[in-house]
Nanobody
Framework: QVQLVESGGGLVQAGGSLRLSCVTS????????LAWFRQAPGKEREFVAG????????YYADSVKGRFTISRDNAKNTVYLQMNSLKPEDTAVYYC???????????????WGQGTQVTVSS
């Protein structure tokens, strides 16, 4: 397992941007698929974006496609989520996750960060 620490959350107005970062520990970072999930109050955790171990493949939930971009820097053991054109419905706690399989299912990720709050005001 790896340890993951998210940062970059905060309060932003609708239409604004934020960039989340997730720094991981461990020498095998470059071998993991990574993903961002989010959980709003009273709702289940949902997939947001994922990236393969090489960074060559990215995939997104329909609700964020065209607005969010996931990327990774294996030299810095860091994965990013650039969020543009934010909407109030993007308000949630955002989690990064690491696993061996590029997937949209939370069960396929064995390591999770503690989460960072993103709040979008209207």
């Amino acid at each position: 397992q790896v340890q993951l620490v998210e940062s970059g959350g905060g309060l932003v107005q609708a239409g604004g941007s934020l960039r989340l970062s997730c720094v991981t520990s461990g020498r095998t970072f470059s071998r993991y698929a990574l993903a961002w999930f989010r959980q709003a109050p009273g709702k289940e955790r949902e997939f947001v974006a994922g990236i393969s171990w090489s960074g060559g493949s990215t995939y997104y939930a329909d609700s964020v496609k065209g607005r969010f971009t996931i990327s990774r820097d294996n030299a810095k053991n860091t994965v990013y989520l650039q969020m543009n054109s934010l909407k109030p419905e993007d308000t949630a706690v955002y989690y990064c996750a690491a696993g061996w399989l590029a997937s949209r299912k939370s069960a396929d990720f064995g390591s999770w960060g503690q989460g960072t709050q993103v709040t979008v005001s209207s």
